[in-house]
């Protein structure tokens, strides 16, 4: 079994920044990818970003590239999500959640191909 833990929520001004990080144990860590989602109030979870293994390969979704960075520290066994030039909209439970092997662009923002998800965490990004 695997357990995902997050943390680093919390409320910022816009503009602002948070970094939020994911703490895994259990299994293995080694030879999976990772991923973040959020989840607004009454919208569907959708992909934020997503790391391989190595970290050699990230992926973002339009509306956070340029602004997030996910990264991973594999001797942790943690994922971040640093998160800068928040806006209101970014407001949203953010969801860390771990994947298998062979990240690719396309799979990356499918919630279905991960297998274990955190509890989330709340971030608020006031105007």
């Known amino acids: 079994q695997v357990q995902l833990v997050e943390s680093g929520g919390g409320l910022v001004q816009a503009g602002g920044s948070l970094r939020l990080s994911c703490a895994r144990s259990g299994r293995t860590y080694s030879s999976t990818a990772m991923g973040w989602f959020r989840q607004a109030p009454g919208k569907e979870r959708e992909f934020v970003a997503a790391i391989s293994w190595s970290g050699r390969d990230t992926y973002y979704a339009d509306s956070v590239k340029g602004r997030f960075t996910i990264s991973r520290d594999n001797a942790k066994n943690t994922v971040y999500l640093q998160m800068n030039s928040l806006k209101p909209e970014d407001t949203a439970v953010y969801y860390c959640?771990?994947?298998?092997?062979?990240?690719?662009?396309?799979?990356?923002?499918?919630?279905?191909?991960?297998?274990?998800w955190g509890q989330g965490a709340q971030v608020t990004v006031s105007s």
């Open positions: 959640a771990a994947g298998g092997e062979g990240l690719t662009e396309e799979i990356a923002t499918l919630p279905s191909w991960y297998d274990y």
